[in-house]
């Protein structure tokens, strides 16, 4: 394509857009509409229709002992480790209040996820407890898939071979950037040799995929700088790369101000960076499996998604589908398909809901009839690319419109009553799932909610 349509193109979609984890998206949750007796009856209505398959558990562990300034997950920062063995006390008993709502003796655990903060921030003595005491009385799925999020400079041999000895085969890495320019500006350290010390234990002691988080767009990052990164980790060898774009949210995210607008790649500059890592990531092998998603050929991911089996929540792209999914600690969200619930976000407020023995939910969203077939979609547009368009459903008209420029611009095409994201379209992804967003058309607010789609 060439740079002036491009750069069109560019200055025409780089508006405010949401990633799409789900639908409706947080801001337009109609929490007025929910609570948690509500929640507690979807959780059950749910899990007796998909037992069978297993449920999902996302962990949040929100603690890290430093800020990384570009960071825009709910964390708490201390160097006081007392901390944990009262955060998964209280994540126990908020997943015991869970097994009464589900009233099975023996629970199918389909996937375990860790994240954060930095999961690693917690000893290898007491992720084991977590992880026991989540799995006490239960039996995991033949297929099951735990995983965990870490950080190089802190993962030591303790943690990989414990949670291994627990069935995690998954681990991802956050790396964002081996520039030290940008380490020190993000305040996010750690060395080349730090991640292939994790690799190397990883590997030898049986993990299966290996993700790399690597961020675009970050403060101080050149085309060289992405370069470099790229090549060291095509160098360390992972199965897959999550190549994200920076989310410059300082009005949510305030440790973003320790730099400005000024430091960052914007516009042309910052989607040039994205076509620099994405040519060399597929140019050694890995596939485009979906939005800022790489994996190898061989990997559970890209087969996820040449079936049609590929999902996409909260945590991203995942190569499984579960009916239910728990999120348990503090910001957690969990979803039952036709409802989604959010624990509220503060240490102290966790604490303190669960020691009076009640579920930490401070918000939610009941989905109806409209919300379903949308997040449909939505889900099929992000996972496969391509969307059915249902026969009868009121919202198709309107749809269709709002497709008609980014039809005119090469981003997508339209064939009766079926979408097809062109291979243009892929870098305007969240920008044509814009167009089946019924709940963002109704509102002009969109500037402080969403970080901007390039």
Same mark, same amino acid.
């Given at each position: 394509?060439e740079?002036e349509?491009l750069?069109?193109l560019i200055?025409k979609y780089n508006?405010a857009?949401?990633?799409y984890? !789900?639908?409706p998206?947080v801001?337009?949750?109609?929490?007025?509409?929910?609570?948690?007796?509500d929640w507690? #009856?979807?959780?059950?209505l749910?899990?007796s229709?998909s037992?069978d398959?297993g449920?999902s558990?996302?962990?949040?562990?929100?603690?890290?002992?430093s800020?990384?300034t570009?960071?825009?997950?709910?964390?708490r920062i201390? &160097?006081?480790h007392?901390?944990?063995?009262?955060?998964?006390?209280?994540?126990?008993?908020?997943?015991?209040?869970?097994?009464?709502?589900?009233q099975?003796?023996?629970?199918?655990i389909?996937?375990?996820?860790?994240?954060?903060g930095?999961?690693?921030?917690f000893?290898?003595?007491?992720?084991?407890r977590l992880i026991?005491?989540?799995?006490?009385?239960?039996e995991?799925t033949?297929?099951?898939s735990? !995983?965990f999020?870490?950080?190089p400079?802190?993962?030591?041999?303790e943690?990989?071979?414990?949670?291994?000895?627990?069935?995690?085969?998954?681990?991802s890495?956050?790396i964002?950037?081996?520039d030290e320019?940008v380490?020190?500006i993000?305040?996010?350290?750690?060395?080349?040799e730090?991640v292939?010390?994790v690799?190397?234990d990883?590997?030898?002691l049986?993990?299966? @995929?290996?993700?790399?988080d690597?961020?675009?767009?970050?403060?101080?990052?050149t085309a060289?700088?992405?370069?470099m990164?790229?090549?060291?980790?095509?160098?360390?060898n992972?199965?897959r790369? @999550?190549?994200?774009?920076?989310a410059?949210?300082?009005? =949510?995210?305030?440790?973003?101000?320790?730099?400005?607008?000024?430091?960052?790649p914007?516009?042309?500059?910052?989607?040039?960076?994205?076509?620099l890592?994405?040519q060399?990531?597929?140019d050694?092998g890995?596939? #485009?499996v979906?939005?800022?998603?790489?994996?190898?050929?061989?990997?559970?991911?890209?087969?996820a998604s040449?079936d049609?089996?590929?999902?996409r929540?909260?945590?991203?792209y995942a190569? *499984?589908?579960?009916p239910?999914?728990?999120?348990?600690?503090v @910001? @957690?969200i969990?979803d039952s398909w036709?409802a989604f619930?959010?624990?509220?976000?503060?240490?102290?407020e966790?604490?303190?809901?669960i020691g009076q023995g009640?579920l930490?939910?401070?918000?939610?969203?009941?989905l109806n009839e409209?919300?379903l077939? =949308? *997040?449909e979609?939505?889900?099929?547009?992000?996972?496969?690319?391509k969307?059915?368009l249902?026969?009868?459903?009121?919202?198709n008209?309107k749809?269709l =419109?709002?497709?008609i420029p980014?039809?005119?611009d090469?981003?997508?095409e339209?064939? #009766?009553?079926t979408?097809?994201?062109?291979?243009?379209?892929?870098s305007?992804l969240r920008n044509?799932?814009m167009?089946?967003?019924?709940r963002?058309?109704?509102? &002009?607010?969109r500037?402080?909610l969403?970080?901007q789609?390039?």
């Amino acid at each position: 394509m060439e740079t002036e349509i491009l750069n069109k193109l560019i200055n025409k979609y780089n508006v405010a857009a949401p990633r799409y984890t !789900s639908y409706p998206t947080v801001p337009f949750w109609e929490n007025e509409k929910f609570n948690a007796a509500d929640w507690k #009856d979807r959780v059950a209505l749910n899990f007796s229709r998909s037992k069978d398959k297993g449920i999902s558990i996302y962990v949040h562990l929100p603690y890290c002992e430093s800020l990384c300034t570009y960071c825009g997950c709910n964390t708490r920062i201390t &160097k006081n480790h007392k901390v944990e063995d009262p955060y998964i006390t209280s994540l126990l008993k908020e997943w015991n209040m869970y097994k009464e709502i589900l009233q099975e003796e023996k629970l199918k655990i389909a996937e375990i996820h860790l994240g954060g903060g930095t999961p690693t921030f917690f000893t290898a003595e007491n992720l084991h407890r977590l992880i026991a005491g989540l799995l006490e009385g239960n039996e995991k799925t033949t297929d099951a898939s735990f !995983s965990f999020e870490a950080h190089p400079a802190n993962t030591t041999y303790e943690h990989l071979k414990t949670l291994n000895e627990l069935g995690f085969k998954r681990l991802s890495l956050g790396i964002q950037d081996f520039d030290e320019n940008v380490q020190y500006i993000i305040n996010r350290h750690q060395t080349v040799e730090d991640v292939a010390r994790v690799m190397e234990d990883a590997r030898k002691l049986g993990y299966e @995929s290996i993700n790399f988080d690597l961020i675009y767009g970050l403060p101080l990052q050149t085309a060289e700088s992405v370069k470099m990164t790229i090549e060291h980790a095509m160098k360390l060898n992972p199965d897959r790369i @999550s190549f994200y774009s920076y989310a410059h949210v300082p009005w =949510i995210k305030p440790g973003q101000r320790k730099f400005t607008e000024h430091d960052l790649p914007v516009g042309e500059e910052k989607l040039n960076l994205y076509k620099l890592g994405k040519q060399m990531i597929q140019d050694h092998g890995f596939q #485009d499996v979906g939005m800022d998603h790489f994996a190898k050929a061989d990997d559970a991911l890209y087969l996820a998604s040449m079936d049609g089996t590929l999902h996409r929540n909260f945590m991203g792209y995942a190569d *499984r589908y579960t009916p239910l999914l728990i999120g348990l600690g503090v @910001s @957690s969200i969990s979803d039952s398909w036709t409802a989604f619930a959010q624990n509220v976000k503060t240490v102290e407020e966790y604490h303190e809901l669960i020691g009076q023995g009640k579920l930490p939910v401070v918000k939610g969203h009941i989905l109806n009839e409209e919300d379903l077939v =949308i *997040r449909e979609y939505i889900l099929d547009m992000m996972c496969r690319g391509k969307v059915q368009l249902k026969d009868g459903f009121e919202v198709n008209e309107k749809i269709l =419109i709002r497709l008609i420029p980014l039809k005119a611009d090469g981003l997508v095409e339209v064939d #009766d009553h079926t979408i097809q994201i062109t291979e243009v379209g892929k870098s305007f992804l969240r920008n044509v799932c814009m167009a089946f967003d019924e709940r963002l058309q109704k509102t &002009k607010e969109r500037e402080n909610l969403f970080s901007q789609a390039i």
